[in-house]
């Protein structure tokens, strides 16, 4: 129902149901005390695919904390899965520090899944990503990325 009324990207794309909203004493909502909805991989199109490699391991474990996933796949589009510029900039500084070998942000725009960006850092040229592709899949990440920091910073109080 929400879908049909609201904006794609003010629908939640986690639901938590509760007996009861929680209360503080003065009978406000307790937004500390609502649960964590949870750091589940969203629905993307690519089934997942656990990492096979220890650089696309490490990628993974990069992307999933930056991003507050419980898990990423190597098919994973970084941006689709919620990542933007600026995450991407903190994603190529973490990886640059642990595989020890420059990374470029824009690598991650050229080569915006796990597998794609480990092949990528091999030496070997893997497939890029169109600009237009990139840019849609950015903006539907985007979205689902802002929807989760709302439902934190709700939680947060």
Known sequence: ???SKL???LVPAVF?????????????????ALPDPGRQRPELEERFESARTEVERR?????QDLLGLDRVGVRDNFFE???DSILA???????QEILQRPIEVMD?????????????????EAPTVSPEALREKSRAGQDRLAQRRVRRSQGAG
């Open 7 to 9: 904006p794609e990207q």
């Open 108 to 124: 991650l725009f050229r080569h915006p899944t796990v597998a794609a960006l480990a092949h990528h850092l091999s030496g070997a």
């Open 59 to 63: 990628i993974a474990e990069v992307w």
């Open 16 to 32: 938590v149901k509760l007996e009861a909203l929680p209360r503080t004493t003065s009978g406000k909502l307790d937004r500390r």
């Open 1 to 3: 129902q929400l879908e």
């Open 81 to 83: 899965a919620g990542g």
């Open 89 to 95: 900039v903190s994603a190529a500084a973490r990886l």
